[in-house]
């Protein structure tokens, strides 16, 4: 028994050898940087246009996903 314990261990440590970290594809990267950017600034603006303080448009939504995607890219990089 402790020789198949053995053995597991060390196919994980090989296994662990093996495994390279990488940043990603930056296409992907960039894909979820926008999703995610557009459904925060959705959320932003809409709790804005509760408060009456901006309307709810999609002309408010894009602008602020663009720039939530800008700054994301500037510190990310």
Same mark, same amino acid.
């Given at each position: *028994? @402790?020789?198949?314990?053995?053995? $597991? &261990?060390?196919?994980?440590?090989?296994?662990? !050898?093996?495994?390279?970290?990488? !940043?990603?594809?930056?296409?992907?990267?960039? /894909? *979820?940087?926008?999703?995610? @950017?557009?459904?925060?600034? $959705?959320?932003?603006? +809409? &709790?804005? %246009? +509760?408060?009456?303080?901006?309307?709810? @448009?999609? /002309?408010?939504? $894009? %602008?602020?996903?663009?720039?939530?995607?800008?700054?994301?890219?500037? /510190?990310?990089?």
């Amino acid at each position: *028994m @402790s020789d198949e314990s053995e053995r $597991a &261990g060390g196919d994980d440590e090989k296994r662990g !050898e093996e495994i390279e970290w990488s !940043e990603g594809d930056p296409r992907v990267l960039f /894909v *979820m940087n926008l999703v995610l @950017s557009t459904v925060f600034a $959705a959320v932003v603006v +809409y &709790g804005l %246009s +509760y408060l009456d303080l901006a309307a709810f @448009s999609v /002309v408010n939504v $894009a %602008s602020a996903a663009l720039v939530l995607t800008a700054v994301t890219y500037l /510190v990310t990089n």
